[in-house]
């Protein structure tokens, strides 16, 4: 078995996928301070953010449509150049001291477009970069999310140093600079040849409809996809409502903060056991293992112990460090790899969406029945849906020999 970082372009490739993490983590917490300290403004604060996010969701079908007929090198070169530009662009405004609102919220728009290609090209730049299979993909996908998850433990850390220091201008800099990093590497990265034939150039309308049969004909996929929806959506109930209470009811902001340090602990942790562990239902293994945010949940919603929580919200976000690489490594075997970017761009698409619905539901949830029915409505939720997906044959049936087969004969 070949690992893969003896292959030199997985090992670059790697490097290039953290610096381009990184710098997607260090922008929230600057972004969020940026506008804030320039406008004082929830709603100018909600337009930049919603600029970024609404161009990403928007475009996530397209780039996976532009991703599976495009050498995802130089796709991938393009989205991380695209960003240098727009962050070069929020620095010079806020270093300048002459900060447009609207300029700001337009670079972020066309970041959060680069953002959707770069989500949507991921899978099949991998699969090209690193043609192994069995548990070397999961190895590789491990290291992946391993090196995700230490860049967004390190990404608001290291914001919060730059601002403290050098202000947050600064921030955006080293964002972009970050950004031309990754970018600078990807000339130099082998791809190796197509593992199935491309597909002919053809109308994006056409793309989109051939992506979402393909979702559509695998009911282990499209089962799994709203699974993951439930999870973002219900995470984000608790990523809203959790720090209320844990500031007002547990102690104070530390009791969040050492909750929050254990989901990262814990993604981490389940990172690197998913290069480990080789599930040979790996579709109802990682569904089940995801299943287990009804913890901190539930606890939140009993009004648990501080040290309960965190021990229960590290044991979740180690399910989703495990699923990920899990998850990732079956659809890259499973899937065409003609159409592996559009497939993928579909669960993308319905994980990011159910985030702001998270954000949205969970205020007016607490406003009419205060913070334990949303925490237990939502435990109930993602174990049901979650846990549910094992009803369902393709989700029971699916193992991981038989992805290797089907992406093998694709």
């Given at each position: 078995m070949t690992h893969p970082l003896r292959l030199p372009g997985f090992r670059l490739l790697l490097i290039s996928r953290t610096l381009s993490t990184l710098s997607d983590?260090?922008?929230?917490?600057?972004?969020?301070l940026a506008v804030v300290q320039l406008t004082g403004s929830a709603?100018?604060?909600?337009?930049?953010?919603?600029c970024a996010l609404g161009t990403r969701l928007l475009l996530l079908p397209v780039a996976g449509v532009l991703a599976d007929h495009y050498n995802p090198r130089w796709v991938a070169l393009g989205a991380d150049a695209t960003r240098v530009l727009t962050q070069a662009v929020v620095a010079l405004q806020l270093l300048t001291g002459h900060a447009s609102i609207a300029?700001?919220?337009a670079a972020q728009a066309v970041a959060g477009a680069a953002s959707a290609v770069s989500l949507s090209n991921l899978a099949p730049l991998l699969v090209r970069v690193a043609p192994v299979s069995g548990p070397a993909r999961q190895k590789a996908n491990s290291l992946m999310g391993v090196a995700k998850s230490v860049s967004l433990l390190a990404g608001p850390a290291l914001a919060g140093l730059l601002i403290w220091v050098v202000g947050i201008g600064w921030v955006f800099v080293l964002d972009s600079a970050a950004f031309a990093a990754s970018a600078s590497l990807m000339p130099f990265i082998r791809l190796h040849r197509k593992v199935s034939s491309a597909p002919a150039r053809r109308a994006i309308r056409a793309g989109l409809v051939e992506g979402w049969a393909e979702v559509r004909a695998r009911d282990w996929y499209w089962t799994s996809l709203v699974a993951h929806a439930a999870w973002n959506l219900v995470a984000n109930v608790l990523l809203t409502?959790?720090?209320?209470?844990?500031v007002t009811r547990l102690g104070g902001?530390?009791?969040?903060?050492?909750?929050?340090?254990?989901?990262?602990?814990g993604l981490l942790a389940g990172s690197l056991l998913a290069g480990r562990a080789r599930p040979r239902r790996p579709v109802l293994a990682g569904n089940l293992v995801l299943a287990t945010y009804a913890l901190p949940l539930a606890l939140f919603a009993a009004s648990a112990p501080v040290p309960l929580l965190v021990a229960g919200y590290g044991i979740a976000m180690a399910g989703l460090g495990f699923l990920s690489p899990t998850w990732q490594t079956t659809v890259q075997e499973a899937i065409p790899h003609n159409v592996l970017a559009r497939v993928s761009s579909y669960d993308w698409l319905l994980s990011l969406a159910a985030q702001p619905l998270?954000?949205?539901?969970?205020?007016i949830a607490l406003h009419l029945w205060g913070a334990r029915v949303p925490f237990a409505a939502s435990a109930v939720l993602v174990a049901v849906v979650c846990a549910g997906t094992a009803l369902v044959p393709g989700v029971r049936n699916l193992r991981s020999d038989r992805g290797v087969e089907v992406a093998r004969a694709a």
């Open positions: 983590a260090l922008v929230p917490t600057a972004l969020s709603t100018a604060l909600a337009l930049v953010l919603g300029v700001i919220a409502l959790g720090p209320l209470v844990a902001q530390g009791s969040w903060i050492a909750v929050t340090q254990a989901g990262g602990i998270g954000v949205i539901v969970a205020p």
